[in-house]
């Protein structure tokens, strides 16, 4: 699997994450728990095993995490690969002590558990498939095969085949079990980061924008005295210089030009300025406004706005949220690069709340993704027709992710379905029969009142 490029965002790649100064310690510890183990059972409970054998396998142990602290520096990283061969050897040599000390009957053979779950989280499910087969085969191997533990007079310590049995399958169970969670969660966690990730790099470049208008609002108000003063000065230059006409010319062109910057720069600081009239906006220029980039796409989108119960007559003025707007906008373009030829974005409100439906006339939502809607690097894979309703696209959920998340924010629930046609509200006469997203909003949350002051506009400043 080939690395992502710069600045794509993709849930499958996990490479060269683990640090092996953070697995050397979590190793170092481990063998000294081993150690410990060993001694205690020897000399406390009087057991007996192969004592040379198992400090030669330790010594094994203890001789490659000296070899990864001294050869390799701290910022080390494991590949794939060496991660891998590094789960491999961990599991080799603690299925070699279990095999000189009692095989599974050794309540530490569930050390083996281990490897597997930190494996399922920093590698590939290929990866880890295989190092849980090769970890069952041999536990399965020391069940059959092992050299029992031994009393102080030389009494083999030996348990029922039936608890060895519980024993292996505990083991193999766990190891599954592990492996299945282990990864599951690892996923689930890395593909939050990577969509939150889009999200806030969606937001930085809003972010930058704004800074931007910011930075043109400061530069024409800092530049106009300077200006002025240019002006003044060849102004007077063009009364004293009236017998020299040569220079009189040069002093007429240095004017002109300064008046030609005062334009630039006055235009400039009404594009810097935010207007905070157009901070508020009725429902329907809201939806209008974010869905503008996707009314020339070929689809006919219709607005429909409606008084419910107890709803005033009039559209209620709402916020002009930035991510407002952007996330209806997702939304809208998600219905529009679905549907067949029209879309209907309906507002209705009442003396509660506001309640925005967007539909469209498409084949819906597939019914084995609609529980999951909404979250980050989903993809239809029962469906491959899909890609030919929608060529070319590859869609991970995370433009319904961002929408999702900044509506929220602003204090929206969001519902996502198909539509039902037989509705009493159902727009377009029973064709809107694809997708549906339903937004609510406490009417506090959203509503502006329309009697409140504007203030006064200010410049951005960054």
Same mark, same amino acid.
């Given at each position: ?28 510890? %481990? !063998? /000294? ?5 060993? &001694?205690?059972? =020897? ?6 095993? @192969? +004592?040379? $054998? ?7 142990? %203890? !001789? /490659? ?5 001294? &050869?390799?520096? =701290? ?6 690969? @060496? +991660?891998? $061969? ?377």
């Amino acid at each position: 699997m080939t690395s992502p490029a710069f600045g794509e965002i993709s849930q499958d790649h996990r490479g060269d994450w683990v640090r092996l100064r953070t697995m050397t310690y979590v190793r170092m510890l %481990a !063998l /000294s728990g081993q150690a410990g183990a060993v &001694l205690v059972a =020897q000399l406390y409970f009087g057991l007996q095993y @192969e +004592a040379p $054998l198992v400090w030669l396998v330790m010594g094994a142990a %203890a !001789l /490659s995490i000296l070899t990864s602290l001294l &050869l390799f520096p =701290q910022t080390k990283r494991l590949s794939e690969t @060496e +991660a891998f $061969l590094t789960f491999l050897f961990d599991i080799a040599l603690l299925v070699c002590l279990l095999y000189l000390t009692g095989g599974i009957t050794n309540p530490f053979s569930l050390l083996i558990l281990a490897p597997i779950a930190v494996s399922a989280m920093a590698l590939r499910p290929r990866s880890t498939l295989i190092l849980s087969s090769i970890a069952i085969a041999l536990v399965t191997l020391i069940a059959l095969n092992y050299q029992p533990l031994r009393f102080h007079d030389g009494t083999a310590l030996v348990v029922p085949p039936l608890f060895a049995f519980g024993f292996w399958a505990a083991i193999v169970i766990g190891i599954l079990f592990q492996a299945f969670y282990a990864h599951r969660v690892a996923a689930e966690g890395t593909s939050l980061a990577n969509a939150l990730l889009a999200a806030q790099m969606a937001l930085s470049r809003e972010q930058k924008l704004t800074d931007l208008g910011g930075v043109i609002a400061a530069t024409a108000h800092e530049l106009g005295t300077p200006l002025a003063t240019i002006k003044l000065i060849a102004s007077e230059l063009v009364t004293e210089l009236r017998d020299q006409p040569e220079l009189a010319e040069d002093a007429l062109i240095l004017s002109q030009q300064a008046d030609r910057c005062r334009d630039i720069l006055r235009s400039m600081g009404r594009a810097g300025k935010e207007d905070t009239h157009l901070r508020r906006a009725p429902i329907e220029a809201v939806l209008m406004e974010a869905a503008e980039p996707h009314l020339a796409r070929g689809k006919r989108v219709h607005f429909l706005t409606i008084p419910g119960t107890g709803g005033a007559p009039d559209q209620p003025m709402i916020q002009r949220r930035p991510e407002i707007i952007h996330g209806l906008r997702n939304l809208i373009q998600n219905a529009v690069d679905f549907a067949h030829a029209d879309v209907w974005v309906q507002a209705r409100w009442t003396d509660k709340h506001l309640s925005i439906r967007i539909l469209d006339d498409g084949p819906g939502f597939a019914p084995q993704i609609l529980g999951s809607i909404g979250e980050p690097f989903i993809r239809n894979r029962r469906d491959p027709g899909r890609l030919r309703q929608r060529p070319d696209y590859e869609g991970m959920g995370l433009g319904l992710f961002i929408a999702k998340t900044l509506l929220e924010r602003s204090g929206a629930v969001l519902d996502f379905t198909n539509a039902d046609p037989a509705e009493e509200d159902a727009p377009g006469e029973g064709r809107a029969k694809g997708a549906q997203i339903t937004l609510i909003w406490s009417l506090p949350r959203i509503v502006v009142d329309p009697l409140e002051r504007l203030g006064q506009n200010m410049p951005h400043l960054p």
